[in-house]
């Protein structure tokens, strides 16, 4: 390790220890940027403490909840994991995360798609897990082709890497196809049955990413993801190397069985979320089962897990369930809607629409989410609308026919709440600037009616 590199860490972990001793503060960047700007090649250099490998997560929807299954399944079979998991996920946190101790088995990083870029080359991961890939933030990240371009040129980058794609997005496979002809080793993983779940009103990608026929379907999972194939030119979705069967979805949450060649199947359940997990959960197992853990060691780290972060995070209070979730895009809100229908008791729903910087100033994606699916239900209560956007928000479900009143205080909105029967819950979706301010606020209230 050069000196700039020994001064940038000693720097970083300074940084850390000020913001955690004396001010308690989570510092998941500001250690990262210290030691930056001292050594802008750090991460390439404290990529060697890491004895068996890295494993970087990326994708538009679910890195944070698939890089956590993931860290605490390697810690659960006995390994010192570094990982950022509270989801900083540009290169400042992603050396933050790496700073702290001497050694480690393995790193687990979530990367922002563009911050790929910085990232692989520097690490050189073992694995890249790529998850899906919708329009979100386009007016930081812009159009998807751009988005994919930057993931082959980072894979370039870094030619060990093995590439672990979502075989059933026709976009991942665009840049898996991309980066195998230029060497990358490419292993996919989805769901091999057809769910009979209705399609999204409007998926992501219709179009073959060779020719540019439209693609065809044997079946959809949700939004573009599913069984394609292109008539025109034999683009198709690939033989999948680790695969979903037997899946069931319901309020009790999912179950599947995880099938590969290369070991028995395991049958995963976890008592959360959609179809979108299901592909999380796949991946999370893939990656484990390549790094040696076992099924029972897989299996016994769902029962037990938490993530606290915000990510369909549950709480009580008032004796009202309040189920919190993330959702930045249309893809995301979407599923988020059908999670909350899967729920068949009488509902009210919140939904905070910031635009902070980090959850990207164009708004206009509201108007791609099918929240006229909630007008085909009688079990939606109410709808109310909140965040910085909340009039655009409440413009846009007015069109959907639905009345949406702008509350903009989360005790008002639980006293709204209230007014449904015990034990009805209270679904509250937030984009990126809202989730912990509003995590905290549920915990303190959880808290107080204890």
């Not at 503060?25 to 490998?53: E, F, M, N, W």
């Not at 194939?229 to 069985?257: E, H, I, K, M, W």
Request: aromatic fraction near 6%.
């Amino acid at each position: 390790m050069s000196s700039k590199s020994v001064v940038a860490t000693i720097a970083g972990r300074t940084t850390y220890a000020v913001l955690h001793g004396l001010l308690h503060r989570a510092g998941s960047q500001l250690p990262g940027r210290v030691a930056l700007a001292i050594d802008p090649q750090v991460v390439a250099h404290l990529k060697s403490k890491t004895r068996k490998g890295s494993v970087v997560v990326c994708g538009t929807n679910g890195k944070t909840t698939t890089t956590n299954v993931i860290a605490a399944t390697l810690e659960a079979a006995g390994n010192h994991v570094l990982c950022n998991r509270d989801g900083a996920n540009m290169l400042p946190g992603v050396a933050s995360a790496l700073l702290p101790g001497h050694t480690a088995d393995w790193a687990v990083i979530e990367a922002d798609e563009l911050s790929c870029a910085h990232i692989l080359p520097q690490l050189q991961p073992t694995y890249l897990v790529l998850l899906n890939l919708f329009r979100d933030q386009l007016d930081r990240a812009g159009e998807i082709d751009h988005v994919q371009d930057v993931i082959v040129q980072s894979l370039a980058a870094s030619p060990a890497t093995t590439l672990l794609v979502c075989g059933d997005d026709p976009l991942c496979l665009g840049v898996a196809e991309r980066a195998q002809a230029a060497g990358t080793k490419v292993l996919a993983f989805g769901i091999n049955e057809d769910l009979g779940l209705p399609c999204d009103r409007v998926p992501e990608a219709r179009f073959c990413q060779r020719c540019g026929t439209e693609l065809s379907y044997a079946y959809r999972s949700y939004a573009q993801l599913g069984a394609f194939r292109c008539p025109a030119c034999g683009f198709a979705r690939p033989t999948l190397d680790y695969r979903a069967t037997n899946v069931r979805l319901g309020q009790a949450g999912v179950t599947f069985d995880f099938t590969c060649d290369e070991a028995d199947s395991w049958q995963v359940s976890l008592g959360d979320g959609g179809v979108y997990i299901v592909y999380n959960l796949l991946a999370a197992a893939a990656v484990a089962l390549r790094a040696g853990v076992d099924s029972a060691t897989f299996l016994q780290t769902l029962d037990g897990f938490d993530p606290g972060n915000g990510r369909l995070q549950h709480f009580v209070i008032g004796d009202h369930p309040v189920v919190l979730n993330l959702a930045k895009n249309p893809t995301g809100l979407n599923q988020n809607i059908s999670l909350m229908l899967a729920d068949e008791r009488l509902k009210a729903l919140y939904i905070i629409i910031n635009d902070e910087a980090n959850d990207g100033r164009d708004v206009s994606w509201l108007w791609d989410v099918d929240f006229e699916r909630l007008t085909e239900r009688q079990d939606v209560s109410f709808v109310m609308a909140g965040g910085h956007r909340a009039n655009d928000l409440q413009v846009r479900l007015k069109y959907a026919g639905i009345a949406a009143p702008v509350v903009l205080r989360m005790d008002d909105v639980l006293d709204c709440a209230f007014v449904l029967p015990k034990q009805n819950p209270l679904y509250v979706i937030t984009n990126y600037s809202a989730l912990w301010p509003t995590k905290t606020k549920l915990e303190q209230r959880s808290q107080k009616d204890e």
